[in-house]
């Protein structure tokens, strides 16, 4: 199997003008799987998947590598490491294993959650995670009604709670977290957010470092005056943290058109960004809109079919943009 790996990777992505860039997308790495949270990869599953990039393709810093695309000097098979938003289990989990095998990685972290934070669907997810009955009206909240039979059922209302609140404005999905939680009476101490402290171990680890907003809101959402203070806030505070110069920054949740739009485009050019990162599902390409690149997720539940995903992907191009 590995020796047609090998054979394979020699023809995946082409270097130079028409190579194309693979930016995976991670959020979380948790020490073993949380049933609760299927998208997020454990630790096992993370070691073999950089392994896999170790040896099958060529990591690359995050800025360099944009920097090779732009100027068409791409190496074959080119392959970045991206996580969102700033959770404890990046340093704590994920750096060790990125460590063992030479895997940069860039980390894009919302400061307002630093120090004892928990975002909105880490709460909402907890909350539910607590209720032992086997079923649950919150009908009242207009949030539905629930046969809790399973874990797969259990998962069923997570998904459905989640779904429903997340493209709310930012005060009013606040105040539905806040009714769900008085509704079920559960105590919840779940702080998962890095600590500043933490970001400093990322940098001396040859890490790299960029904007997520401050409170992670969805940009279409909110006005435009607070779409601006979320973007250039959140790269304020992340340099005067790190003491360097913040270049990059992903747009939260991320998807063109829906997400963001080009109004706020521009108010990451103008906040001084070189480069910001979609969740456009394509490779990106040296014609891209260095404003939306494209990233892609990272599953795969075997060795072999996270291979061929990474191989497939490097074949979507013409990501979407606004």
């Given at each position: 199997?590995?020796?047609?790996?090998?054979?394979?990777?020699?023809?995946?992505?082409?270097?130079?003008?028409?190579?194309?860039?693979?930016?995976?997308?991670?959020?979380?790495?948790?020490?073993?799987?949380?049933?609760?949270?299927?998208?997020?990869?454990?630790?096992?599953?993370?070691?073999?998947?950089?392994?896999?990039?170790?040896?099958?393709?060529?990591?690359?810093?995050?800025?360099?590598?944009?920097?090779?695309?732009?100027?068409?000097?791409?190496?074959?098979?080119?392959?970045?490491?991206?996580?969102?938003?700033?959770?404890?289990?990046?340093?704590?989990?994920?750096?060790?294993?990125?460590?063992?095998?030479?895997?940069?990685?860039?980390?894009?972290?919302?400061?307002?959650?630093?120090?004892?934070?928990?975002?909105?669907?880490?709460?909402?997810?907890?909350?539910?995670?607590?209720?032992?009955?086997?079923?649950?009206?919150?009908?009242?909240?207009?949030?539905?009604?629930?046969?809790?039979?399973?874990?797969?059922?259990?998962?069923?209302?997570?998904?459905?709670?989640?779904?429903?609140?997340?493209?709310?404005?930012?005060?009013?999905?606040?105040?539905?977290?806040?009714?769900?939680?008085?509704?079920?009476?559960?105590?919840?101490?779940?702080?998962?957010?890095?600590?500043?402290?933490?970001?400093?171990?990322?940098?001396?680890?040859?890490?790299?470092?960029?904007?997520?907003?401050?409170?992670?809101?969805?940009?279409?959402?909110?006005?435009?005056?607070?779409?601006?203070?979320?973007?250039?806030?959140?790269?304020?505070q992340l340099e005067a943290l790190t003491e360097k110069e913040v270049t990059l920054?992903?747009?939260?949740?991320?998807?063109?058109?829906?997400?963001?739009?080009?109004?706020?485009?521009?108010?990451?050019?103008?906040?001084?960004?070189?480069?910001?990162?979609?969740?456009?599902?394509?490779?990106?390409?040296?014609?891209?809109?260095?404003?939306?690149?494209?990233?892609?997720?990272?599953?795969?539940?075997?060795?072999?079919?996270?291979?061929?995903?990474?191989?497939?992907?490097y074949r979507i191009g013409n990501a979407e943009r606004v």
């Open positions: 199997m590995r020796a047609l790996v090998r054979a394979m990777s020699a023809v995946v992505s082409s270097r130079g003008v028409s190579a194309r860039l693979l930016i995976l997308l991670y959020h979380r790495v948790h020490s073993v799987a949380d049933p609760l949270r299927p998208d997020d990869v454990d630790a096992t599953t993370f070691d073999w998947q950089m392994e896999l990039l170790a040896r099958y393709f060529t990591p690359l810093t995050l800025d360099n590598a944009i920097e090779l695309l732009r100027q068409g000097k791409l190496p074959a098979n080119a392959v970045c490491v991206t996580f969102d938003d700033g959770y404890v289990d990046n340093v704590e989990v994920a750096l060790p294993i990125l460590q063992r095998w030479a895997v940069p990685a860039t980390f894009f972290l919302t400061t307002g959650f630093f120090d004892h934070g928990c975002m909105w669907n880490d709460r909402v997810i907890e909350l539910l995670k607590k209720v032992d009955t086997p079923k649950l009206s919150l009908s009242n909240l207009g949030l539905g009604e629930y046969e809790i039979t399973s874990m797969d059922a259990r998962l069923q209302m997570v998904n459905s709670v989640l779904r429903q609140l997340k493209h709310l404005p930012l005060e009013e999905r606040d105040y539905q977290v806040q009714r769900l939680e008085n509704e079920l009476n559960v105590d919840v101490s779940y702080f998962p957010m890095m600590r500043k402290e933490q970001v400093s171990v990322l940098i001396r680890a040859g890490m790299g470092v960029g904007a997520h907003t401050v409170n992670h809101p969805i940009l279409s959402k909110v006005s435009l005056d607070e779409a601006r203070q979320e973007i250039e806030s959140g790269k304020q920054f992903a747009y939260p949740n991320g998807a063109p058109g829906r997400d963001y739009g080009a109004e706020h485009v521009d108010l990451v050019k103008a906040a001084g960004f070189d480069a910001a990162f979609s969740t456009a599902w394509a490779a990106a390409q040296h014609t891209n809109d260095f404003m939306q690149i494209p990233r892609v997720g990272s599953w795969g539940d075997t060795w072999f079919r996270f291979y061929l995903r990474l191989v497939r992907n």
